[in-house]
C-alpha cells in the first residue's frame, strides 16, 4: 500500500485507540457518580442526537474544503478538549460540574465528528485504486480491531487504577497523535463546486441535492436499512445493557467487561485477515446471511441469560458463552461492514460521496440515542432479560425484511 494509506493507517489506529478508551472509561465514571443506567443511555444519547443535526450540513461543508486538513484540525480540536475537560476535573469533585463539563466536551467533540468522519470516509476512494478496496478496507478492520483490543485492555487497567482525568490526558494524547500522522497525507483533491466560480456555497440546495441522489439509490437506501437496524440492537445490548448487567447488576471487575470487546474485536480481525487475501463476492447476499446469523446471537444470548437467571448455569458458564456470542457477532460484523464499505466506494459518484458519507452516518445513528434511552429504561425499571428478548424479537423481524430486498442481493 502507498504512504497516504500508511499514514492514513496510522492515524487511524491512534484515534480508535482514544475512541475506545474514551468510551469504555466514560460510561464506566458516569456509572460510578450517578448509579444510573438512564443517566449513561441519556448522555450517550446526547451525542448522537447532535450528531443527526449538524451530519448532513456537515457533509456539504466537507466538500467544498480538503478533506485531509479538515481530519487534523478536528482531531486537534478533539486532544484540546479532553485537555480541558481533565483540567475541569483536577479542580472540582462536584458531581454536577462534572456532569456539565462532560456534556460540554461532547457537544464539542460529536460537532468534530461530524466533520471528520464523512472526510475520512471520502477520503479512502483517493487513496486506494479500486481494485485494492477489499484489501485497504480488510487491513483497516484488522487493524483497527486489534487496536480496539489493546485499547479496551488499556482502558480497564487505567480505570480501575487512575482516576478519570488522567485517562482524559492519554485520550488527548492519542488523538493528538493522530492528528500528525494525517496532517503527512498528501492528496490533490478535486473540489466540485456546483455553482460558478466564486458563489457563496449554497448549503441548504446542496444538501437537498445529495438527498435527492441518494432517495435514487435504491441499494445505498437498502444497506442504510440494514445499518440503522444493527446500530439499534447492537448499541442497546453492547453500550448499554453489557455495562449495566456486569458493572451494576454483578458487580465484576472491568475486566469482565472487556473481554467481551476483545472477543469482538478478535472475531473481526480473523475475518478480516481472512478477507484481505480473497476478494468479496456476492457482497449483497454475505450482507442477509449476516443478519441471520446476528439474529442466532442475540436470541441465543436471551436464552443464556434466562438458564443464568433461573440458576441453571453459573457465572463462569455464563460470561463464557457471552464472549464466544461476541466472538461469533465480531465475525459477522467484519463481513457485513467491509461488504458495505466497498458497495458504497463503487456506487457513489465522487462529487457526491462526503454528502452521501455524511448522510450515511445521520440515518445508521439516527435511532442510537432512542436505543440507548429505551433500554436504559427497561434496566432501571423493569428485568435485564427483556433488553435481550427485545434485542432477539428486533433482528430476527429485520433478518425477514432484508431478506426480501432484492436489489441488495444483486450486489
Not at 187 to 208: C, H, S, T, W
Amino acid at each position: 500500500m502507498n504512504r497516504n494509506f500508511k499514514f492514513n493507517l496510522a492515524g487511524s489506529i491512534a484515534s480508535t485507540m482514544a475512541g475506545v478508551l474514551y468510551n469504555f472509561c466514560t460510561g464506566l465514571f458516569i456509572l460510578d457518580i450517578t448509579g444510573s443506567a438512564l443517566a449513561m443511555s441519556v448522555f450517550m444519547g446526547y451525542s448522537t442526537v447532535l450528531g443527526l443535526v449538524v451530519q448532513p450540513l456537515a457533509g456539504v461543508f466537507i466538500e467544498r474544503r480538503e478533506k485531509v486538513k479538515i481530519m487534523y484540525i478536528t482531531d486537534g480540536i478533539f486532544a484540546l478538549t479532553d485537555f480541558l475537560l481533565a483540567g475541569l476535573l483536577f479542580l472540582t469533585s462536584v458531581s454536577h460540574i462534572i456532569m456539565v463539563g462532560l456534556y460540554m466536551n461532547a457537544t464539542v467533540n460529536t460537532i468534530m465528528n461530524a466533520l471528520f468522519e464523512p472526510a475520512s470516509a471520502a477520503l479512502m476512494p483517493m487513496i486506494v485504486e479500486q481494485e485494492k478496496l477489499t484489501k485497504a478496507y480488510s487491513l483497516f478492520s484488522m487493524v483497527g480491531n486489534f487496536a480496539n483490543i489493546f485499547a479496551t485492555l488499556f482502558a480497564a487497567v487505567l480505570f480501575s487504577l487512575f482516576p478519570y482525568q488522567w485517562i482524559l490526558v492519554i485520550n488527548g494524547c492519542l488523538i493528538g497523535i493522530s492528528a500528525v500522522f494525517e496532517y503527512f497525507i498528501v492528496v490533490n483533491e478535486n473540489i466540485v463546486f456546483n455553482g460558478a466560480e466564486g458563489e457563496k456555497p449554497r448549503y441548504i440546495q446542496d444538501l437537498k441535492e445529495g438527498f435527492g441522489y441518494l432517495k435514487n439509490q435504491k441499494v445505498l437506501l437498502q444497506i442504510l436499512s440494514c445499518a440503522v437496524i444493527i446500530n439499534f440492537f447492537m448499541s442497546g445490548i453492547f453500550s448499554t445493557t453489557l455495562p449495566y448487567l456486569y458493572n451494576t447488576a454483578l458487580g465484576l471487575p472491568a475486566v469482565y467487561l472487556a473481554t467481551i470487546e476483545i472477543a469482538m474485536s478478535v472475531g473481526s480481525i480473523l475475518m478480516a485477515a481472512r478477507l484481505t487475501k480473497t476478494e468479496i463476492k456476492n457482497k449483497g447476499k454475505r450482507i442477509l446471511k449476516g443478519f441471520s446469523v446476528v439474529s442466532a446471537i442475540f436470541s441465543g444470548m436471551f436464552v443464556c441469560y434466562m438458564f443464568f437467571a433461573v440458576g441453571s448455569i453459573n457465572e463462569a458458564v455464563f460470561h463464557g458463552i457471552f464472549v464466544m456470542g461476541a466472538f461469533l457477532f465480531g465475525l459477522v460484523l467484519a463481513v457485513i461492514q467491509i461488504s458495505t464499505n466497498i458497495i458504497y466506494a463503487c456506487n457513489i459518484e465522487q462529487k457526491y460521496m462526503g454528502r452521501v458519507m455524511a448522510f450515511r452516518k445521520t440515518l445508521s445513528t439516527a435511532t442510537i440515542p432512542c436505543a440507548m434511552i429505551l433500554f436504559g429504561i427497561l434496566l432501571d425499571y423493569s428485568d435485564i432479560g427483556l433488553t435481550f428478548a427485545l434485542a432477539g424479537i428486533g433482528v430476527t423481524a429485520a433478518t425477514v425484511f432484508v431478506h426480501k430486498q432484492r436489489e441488495l442481493a444483486e450486489q
